[in-house]
C-alpha cells in the first residue's frame, strides 16, 4: 500500500484517540459513534430523503455492476440505507488539532486505558499468544491499538457503513475515495464474512474492534478462528487482532525488535526523536514506522508504544513536560479542573487536557466573576479559585 489504513479517510493522525475522562476532545471527530451493539444513533446519522443522493445511487448501481457487483448484493446492501446529513457535517467540520504529546499521552495512556488494557490482554492472553507467534507482532503492542482505535471493543462504531460511504462518495469531497470504500464494503457483503443488518462502523466507514476501512479489509483481514469469515465486527476480538497484526507484519514488522522508548528508560538504539520541545525524547527503531504506517502520525505511533509498554507493567513516562503555553503544568491543569468542579462548574474529568469541557467551565467560571469570559486558563485564575 502507499497510503496508511487511514491517513486518506481522515488525513491526521491520533484520529483513532475517544476521548477519555469526558473533559478531552475526541481526536479528529472520533469515528466510532454509538455503541458497540449499535446503540442509538444522533437524528443526524439517520436517513434523510434527498432525491439528489436517490440518484447517485442509481447511477452508481450501474458503475458496481460493471465492476461484478451482482444486483442481489447491491440489493442487500442497500436495503434500509439512506442519506446521512451529519455524515457530511462531520467530514466537513474536522478540525486539524494541534495537541501537545503531554495531552496526546494523557489520553492514550490514561490509567483507565491502562488498566482495562492490563484486563483484555490477560482476557485474551491465549488469543493474543497465538497471534504473536503466528505474525510476530508483539502482543502488547496489538492490544494497545485495539485500545486506542476502540477502547477494547466498547468503541466499535454504530453507523451503517453502506449508508456512511454513499453519502461521503455522493457528497463529492473525496467522492472517488468513498466509491471505492462503498465497493470494497460491498464486496464484503457478497463474500459472506457480515450480514447487511450487521455491516456497521464509524460515520466515516471504519470497521470493527482496530477501526479498518473496507478496502484495507480487503487486503489484510484474516480468518484466525478458523469459522470461514473475517468477522472483525463479533463480540470475540480474534479475527481483528489477528487482521492488525497481519496488517503489520505485512508492512514490515521485524520480530523481535522494540517499537523504541523514553531515552533514559531502557530504550534501544535508534532515531532520537523530541515531538514536543523540552519533553522527553525517544528513541525509535524501524518497527516505529511500521506502526506509523497504521495511522501516520508520530503522537499516535509513541501512544501505541508507551501504552504497549504500560499494558506490559511498565511505568509512566520519567522525563518531565514544560508548562504549556498558558505557564501552567499538567499538575496545575488538574488543580484548575479540580478546583472549578468543586465550586459548580464542571469539568467532566481531571485529566489535566483542557478540552471543550474545561473551557466552557472556565468560561462560566469567569462569567460569574464578573471577568471576561476568554476560556482560557491562567495562573491568576488558577488562583483565583485557591
Not at 28 to 35: F, P
Not at 185 to 212: C, E, P, V
Request: aromatic letters at 8%; a positive charge.
Amino acid at each position: 500500500m502507499n497510503l496508511t489504513r487511514r491517513t486518506t479517510l481522515l488525513g491526521l493522525g491520533a484520529f483513532g484517540l475517544a476521548a477519555c475522562g469526558g473533559n478531552s476532545t475526541a481526536f479528529e471527530a472520533r469515528a466510532a459513534t454509538g455503541s458497540a451493539s449499535g446503540g442509538a444513533l444522533p437524528d443526524d446519522l439517520r436517513p434523510v430523503p434527498n432525491a439528489a443522493y436517490d440518484a447517485w445511487v442509481s447511477a452508481f448501481r450501474t458503475r458496481a455492476g460493471a465492476q461484478g457487483i451482482p444486483a442481489a448484493t447491491l440489493n442487500a446492501g442497500f436495503r434500509g440505507t439512506g442519506y446521512l446529513p451529519g455524515v457530511v457535517k462531520r467530514d466537513r467540520n474536522q478540525t486539524e488539532f494541534t495537541r501537545t504529546l503531554e495531552d496526546y499521552l494523557a489520553i492514550a495512556a490514561s490509567d483507565e486505558r491502562v488498566a482495562k488494557g492490563r484486563a483484555a490482554f490477560a482476557r485474551h492472553r491465549a488469543t493474543l499468544a497465538a497471534v504473536e507467534a503466528r505474525y510476530g507482532v508483539p502482543a502488547e503492542v496489538v492490544t494497545a491499538i485495539w485500545g486506542l482505535e476502540s477502547f477494547y471493543g466498547e468503541r466499535r462504531g454504530a453507523v451503517p457503513v453502506i449508508s456512511a460511504t454513499s453519502t461521503l462518495a455522493f457528497d463529492g469531497r473525496r467522492g472517488a475515495f468513498f466509491e471505492k470504500q462503498l465497493i470494497a464494503a460491498l464486496k464484503i457483503l457478497q463474500n459472506g464474512d457480515i450480514t447487511a443488518a450487521n455491516l456497521k462502523g464509524s460515520w466515516a466507514g471504519a470497521m470493527g474492534h482496530t477501526q479498518f476501512i473496507p478496502t484495507s479489509y480487503e487486503a489484510f483481514a484474516v480468518d484466525f478462528n478458523g469459522d470461514g469469515r473475517r468477522d472483525i465486527w463479533s463480540d470475540d476480538p480474534a479475527d481483528s487482532l489477528a487482521s492488525t497484526a497481519a496488517y503489520l507484519a505485512r508492512n514490515g514488522w521485524t520480530r523481535g525488535i522494540k517499537w523504541g522508548g523514553e531515552v533514559g528508560n531502557g530504550a534501544p538504539a535508534g532515531s532520537i526523536l523530541q515531538p514536543q520541545p523540552g519533553g522527553p525524547r525517544f528513541a525509535v527503531t524501524s518497527n516505529f514506522k511500521v506502526i506509523k504506517r497504521y495511522n501516520n502520525s508520530d503522537s499516535y505511533a509513541i501512544g501505541v508504544g508507551h501504552l504497549s509498554d504500560r499494558i506490559a507493567g511498565g511505568g509512566p513516562i520519567r522525563a518531565s513536560f514544560p508548562p504549556d503555553k498558558y505557564g501552567l503544568t499538567k499538575d496545575q491543569r488538574i488543580s484548575l479542573q479540580q478546583r472549578l468542579t468543586a465550586r459548580g462548574f464542571d469539568t467532566g474529568g481531571a485529566d489535566g487536557v483542557i478540552g471543550p469541557n474545561s473551557r466552557t467551565a472556565i468560561s462560566a467560571f469567569q462569567t460569574s466573576a464578573g471577568l471576561q469570559a476568554t476560556g482560557d486558563p491562567s495562573l491568576d485564575l488558577l488562583r483565583a479559585l485557591e
